[in-house]
């Protein structure tokens, strides 16, 4: 079955720490990839996308994401990360032309300030 | 521009009891979905509907009932609460082409005793 793992289920920084969250995906084909960020008491929205091209995704708020098709990977990123970005974040997979959108378990991050 | 709007935000069911969660998009699209969430599950999809007209059963459709009432509306009924329907409840909406975004709404939190 098509799933969606997140490695980390909680995770812990100080603040300027650099952050990195895994994802990875369990079939292969093309894929759409997605981080979503859920604050507190919030919706989820969209962090960034991959759709093609450049598998290095820069999203709002200094984060990015690296595509290794390889490894069926698409792991999120930032050098420095600040206490407002504490929160619960989800990666996500489409295949395209299916309505499925598969969400990982999510990851708790809590910076301390 | 609202994007997805659901209600109510908050409600409180006695267990037998039935309610309907809103759901309307103004971004003229085509698929909508309603996802529960519960702590370290992430996202579990109930009921999808592709286009107007057409409903299909996710991963946890049991309990539920929807109705796409016209392109912007996408309802969810639960005719006979359960505690095991606690949950947060969000609805999202899609172009429903093969690259796009799925937005969500900001969620409705539902307890049933």
């Known amino acids: 079955a098509q799933s969606v793992s997140q490695h980390n289920h909680h995770v812990i920084l100080s603040e300027a720490a650099s952050l990195e969250l895994g994802c990875n995906y369990s079939?292969?084909?093309?894929?759409?990839l997605f981080w979503y960020v859920q604050y507190p008491g919030q919706h989820l929205q969209l962090l960034l996308k991959?759709?093609?091209?450049?598998?290095l995704v820069k999203g709002i708020k200094g984060f990015e994401a690296e595509f290794i098709k390889s490894k069926f990977s698409f792991n999120l990123r930032k050098p420095s990360v600040q206490w407002s970005d504490t929160a619960e974040y989800f990666c996500?997979?489409?295949?395209?032309?299916?309505?499925?959108?598969?969400f990982g378990t999510g990851t708790r991050l809590k910076v301390l300030a | 521009n609202a994007g997805v709007t659901q209600t109510p935000k908050f409600q409180v069911l006695k267990t037998g009891q039935s309610m309907t969660l809103q759901c309307a998009q103004d971004?003229?699209?085509?698929?909508m979905y309603w996802y529960r969430q519960d702590p370290g599950m992430g996202l579990r999809l109930i009921y999808y509907s592709a286009s107007e007209g057409t409903t299909d059963k996710g991963e946890v459709p049991n309990g539920y009932n929807v109705s796409r009432l016209n392109k912007r509306e996408f309802s969810l009924r639960l005719e006979s609460a359960a505690p095991s329907q606690t949950s947060v409840y969000f609805c999202?909406?899609?172009?429903?082409?093969?690259?796009?975004?799925?937005?969500f709404g900001e969620g409705s939190w539902l307890t049933v005793v």
């Open positions: 996500a997979v489409n295949w395209p032309g299916t309505y499925k959108y598969i």
């Open positions: 971004m003229n699209h085509n698929s």
């Open positions: 999202a909406s899609r172009t429903g082409q093969e690259v796009d975004t799925i937005y």
């Open positions: 079939y292969g084909g093309t894929v759409n």
């Open positions: 991959y759709f093609s091209g450049d598998p």
